[in-house]
T-cell receptor
């Protein structure tokens, strides 16, 4: 158990819908990262938040947005869903990026299926 | 950005065999991690190893940063070692760039 929790574990929805994925980082970790794993694109970085502020963006679609709340949990919002958004979405956390690179610990993932 | 290549893409071994998985990265990195993705999709941290050598039971890893590669060794393989092994690296901005993985199948 990495200490990172993600809910829900599975999500099945229809095209055009909107969903919210939730992540709670390890106790004491200030950085939260979101990654997407799809069959055709592999594991790709989406976005990084540190202590409530957005730090870096990767290949995140405009239909997707995220935020990190004062209690440090994070949510990833996916809207106008398409079939191609079906993937495993991971959240990872680390203590900080300020002091340099650090181990990222991954949650169990949310498997999203868009029908 | 950083490019990460892993080899071999697939590996099938008999239980008890040893294996070496390789990860090449295209640029200087200050973070390199190895993960095992089990059949249920969970990504398990194996090593944080930007340089040097580490060992954890039957697994060990070595990163030679100056030559831009890392190796993961698995000894006395067990069926529970099956899955996909990923290496991932980053420099500066902390986002991890993942390789395409090595799919390891251990046959009893």
């Amino acid at each position: 158990d990495s200490g990172v929790t993600q809910t829900p574990k599975h999500l099945i929805t229809a095209t055009g819908q909107r969903v919210t994925l939730r992540c709670s980082p390890r106790s004491g970790d200030l950085s939260v990262y979101w990654y997407q794993q799809s069959l055709d694109q592999g594991l790709q970085f989406l976005i990084h938040y540190y202590n409530g502020e957005e730090r870096a963006k990767g290949n995140i679609l405009e239909r997707f947005s995220a935020q990190q709340f004062p209690d440090l949990h994070s949510e990833l919002n996916l809207s106008s869903l398409e079939l191609g958004d079906s993937a495993l979405y991971f959240c990872a956390s680390s203590v900080s990026w300020r002091e340099g690179p650090d181990t990222q610990y991954f949650g169990p993932g949310t498997r999203l299926t868009v029908l | 950005g950083i490019q990460v290549e892993q080899s071999p893409p697939d590996l099938i071994l008999q239980e008890g065999a040893n294996s070496t998985l390789r990860c090449n990265f295209s640029d200087s990195v200050n973070n390199l991690q190895w993960f095992h993705q089990n059949p249920w999709g969970q990504l398990i941290n194996l090593f944080y190893i930007p340089s040097g050598t580490k060992q954890n039971g039957r697994l060990s890893a070595t990163t030679v940063a100056t030559e831009r590669y890392s190796l993961l060794y698995i000894s006395s393989s067990q069926t529970t070692d099956s899955g996909v092994y990923f290496c991932a690296s980053s420099f500066g901005n902390e986002k991890l760039t993942f390789g395409t993985g090595t799919r390891l199948t251990i046959i009893p």
